[in-house]
């Protein structure tokens, strides 16, 4: 059968009641900013947009305290321009910007909120690997037409839509709108995402995981046991072999795990339990977890299911494990074990 294109499946979708015209909208809006920033990533030299931003003197520096790659800002500034004016949004926030953006009083004012990671894997730019952005849409609250920062504090249970696309050997959109994930690859003769998989499913056991080894030694207890378990293989208590992949970049490594299964992880480390972690919740942690889920997939911060979590503040970061239901809730296990002081 000849795949659907992401308008058409927007359209069912809007037709059958599961989105309204303005959520249909917001996400043909992104998925057009993103094929914008495919273009610019599948330039590489030849487009003058690879290494940082700023100039050699004064590097410029985003609210996280991370150097900018060029690629960082630009993904940005392509967001920004291309969902402001289209009356579907109420305020976007991003990973770069240190405060949420309410939409200027010029533009007509919709009921959406946008969150964005415009570039993520940026340590993979220059060496030409795969990156990709992630988004996430909440409600804004009744009554708000200005919003502030406070007003997206909204746990992960409350999007209405989440997605990434990966720019890899081809570009990818994976979407959910709360009713399973589905995927679309860019057909860039045609300029359309296609729908190439509808209702992606992650098995529930798996033989592979994601994790930076490089930063063992400065784990907890817990993650210490449960990795040195599942490196024992087949002789250790897991009793079998274990695979490992890295990519460092969270869309590609998640993409990944939506196709093959896997569990992911970014634990609290003690470089970084003044942060809380290394990923932010929410633009990362959240959209990916709503997606595993609708996957069939679990997401956790180890403790407690991530799309439970309250948030404190828009940058906020936490611990993450997501992906193969079985093996997300094994890692619990010695987690809650640990707790318990077993
Ligand atoms: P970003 O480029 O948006 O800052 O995110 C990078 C994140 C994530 O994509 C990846 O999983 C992780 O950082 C990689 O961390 P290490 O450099 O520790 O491998
Ligand atoms: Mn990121
Ligand atoms: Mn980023």
Known sequence: MKPISLTRFLIQEQHAGHINADLRLLIEVVARACKTISNAVGKGALGSVLGEAGTPESASVNIQGEAQKKLDVLSNEILLEANEWGG????????????????????????????????????????????GTIFSVLR?????????????LQPGTAQVCAGY?????????????????????????????MLTTRDLQIPVE????????SNQRHWEAPMQRYIADLL?????????????RWVASMVADVHRILTRGGIFIYPLDAKMRDKGGKLRLMYEAN????????????????????????????????????????????????????????
């Open 206 to 213: 798996t033989k592979e995981f994601a994790i930076n080894m």
């Open 88 to 131: 579907h949004l109420a305020g976007l926030a991003s990973e770069e910007m240190e405060h949420s953006h309410p939409i200027p009083n010029a533009y007509p004012k919709g009921n959406y909120l946008l969150l964005f990671d415009p570039l993520d894997g940026s340590s993979n730019i220059d060496v030409n690997i795969s990156v």
């Open 140 to 152: 804004c609250p009744d009554g708000i037409t200005e919003p502030g920062d406070e007003h997206f």
């Open 232 to 244: 024992a293989g087949k002789d250790g208590p897991r009793g079998k072999d274990f695979n490992m």
């Open 287 to 342: 959209p990916m977890s709503f997606l595993v889920e609708q996957a069939g997939g679990a997401a956790s911060t180890g403790r407690g299911r991530m799309l439970d979590v309250v948030p404190t503040g828009l940058h906020q970061r936490v611990p993450v494990f997501i992906g193969s239901k079985n093996e997300v809730n094994a890692a619990l296990r010695y987690h809650a074990e640990f707790d318990a002081g077993k």
């Open 165 to 193: 696309t990966t720019y890899g050997p081809s570009t990818m959109l994976v979407l959910t709108v709360g009713r399973g994930t589905h995927a679309f690859t860019l057909d860039r003769e045609q300029g359309s995402f």
